[in-house]
């Protein structure tokens, strides 16, 4: 079993930036891969991005150039500094590990994009 729990969501003004983090627990694969799902109001489900335990990165289009996603293969997190947000963007974002082939879901973070 994993646990994810994510931390950092909140209101931001359009171009400001935020940051997320998620740490992981539980018997973790060395290799897994994660990542940062979000799912606006009325929306499914979506990829923001996701990276691999060798640091190879994926972004979905709509945030590439202004999201980046790290990871701290030691502490078992992922965080996704988000920059010149726009409304969007506002969505619960869910941490996402895939883990020996299944996947595991956080509880969400709400980030809301407003002035």
């Known amino acids: 079993q994993v646990q994810l729990v994510e931390s950092g969501g909140g209101l931001v003004q359009p171009g400001g930036s935020l940051s997320l983090s998620c740490a992981a627990s539980g018997r973790l694969s060395s290799f897994n891969t994660m990542g940062w799902y979000r799912q606006a109001p009325g929306k499914q489900r979506e990829l923001v991005a996701t990276?691999?335990?060798?640091?190879?990165?994926n972004y979905a289009d709509s945030v590439k150039g202004r999201f980046t996603i790290t990871r701290d293969n030691a502490k078992n997190t992922v965080n996704l500094q988000m920059n010149s947000l726009e409304p969007e963007d506002t969505a619960v974002y869910y941490c996402?590990?895939?883990?020996?082939?299944?996947?595991?879901w956080g509880k969400g973070t709400l980030v809301t994009v407003s002035s």
């Open positions: 996402y590990v895939r883990n020996y082939g299944i996947p595991y």
């Open positions: 990276v691999t335990h060798a640091a190879s990165t």
